[in-house]
């Protein structure tokens, strides 16, 4: 039962190259969320879907897309990195929202 | 907009005792609160739920309570032990389909 599965768990990018963070889960849940954490900060909600081809904005959106073409998958991309986006990223998932399963996080470094 | 604060320093108790950690919020009362621990290196697991109609709720040596008047939750480990240490994380939902989080509170339990 792996639940929901982050790749990479790490990451080092240069200003201006562009990644994808994947998110995987196999719960059948339809929403899912991506958050950054950074420290004092907590977790800041960037995107949310509510289910296949359905997304909205979170609290910190700029610099991110997002799309969800299945159930399973919520890929975040980063179309060109800036050393503000250094930061730990959570995918979460849910059935009704109110508990949410994580991610073990992938770390993500801009030089 | 709605806020979720937590303490930020640290709080360090002996084995055995009690731990209260705080979450306050603003603006409206949310239909729920969540509780989340997290581990260093690792995505916040979910613990308890509490709901605007009820005053508290336990389980095992958790207690989480919600007053609405002071708009605030507390949680509580009974007979804490070294094992507890983690950061505690609070959430709300905020309408729609979005839940923001505290920073979190840094437990250290010493033997």
């Known amino acids: 039962n792996a639940g929901v599965t982050q790749t990479p768990k790490f990451q080092v990018l240069k200003t201006g190259q562009s990644m994808t963070l994947q998110c995987a889960q196999d719960m059948n849940h339809e929403y899912m969320s991506w958050y950054r954490q950074d420290p004092g900060m907590g977790l800041r909600l960037i995107h949310y879907?509510?289910?296949?081809?359905?997304?909205d904005q979170g609290e910190v959106p700029n610099g991110y897309n997002v799309s969800r073409s299945t159930t399973e998958d919520f890929p975040l991309r980063l179309l060109s990195a800036a050393p503000s986006q250094t930061s730990v990223y959570f995918c979460a998932s849910s059935k009704r929202l109110e508990e949410l399963f994580f991610g073990e996080g992938s770390r993500l470094t801009v030089l | 907009s709605q806020k979720i604060e937590q303490n930020s320093e640290a709080l360090n108790i002996q084995e055995g005792k009690t731990a209260t950690l705080t979450c306050n919020y603003t603006?409206?009362?949310?239909?729920?609160l969540q509780w989340y621990r997290q581990d260093p290196g690792r995505g916040p697991v979910f613990l308890l739920l509490?709901?605007?109609?009820?005053k508290e709720k336990r389980k095992e040596r958790l207690k989480v309570t919600f007053d609405t008047t002071l708009k605030q939750s507390l949680f509580h480990i009974t007979a804490s032990q070294p094992a507890d240490s983690a950061t505690y994380l609070c959430a709300r939902h905020t309408g729609g389909f979005k839940t923001i989080f505290g920073a979190g509170t840094r437990l250290f339990v010493k033997a």
């Open positions: 879907s509510v289910g296949a081809g359905i997304t």
């Open positions: 603006n409206y009362s949310p239909a729920y």
């Open positions: 509490i709901r605007e109609n009820e």
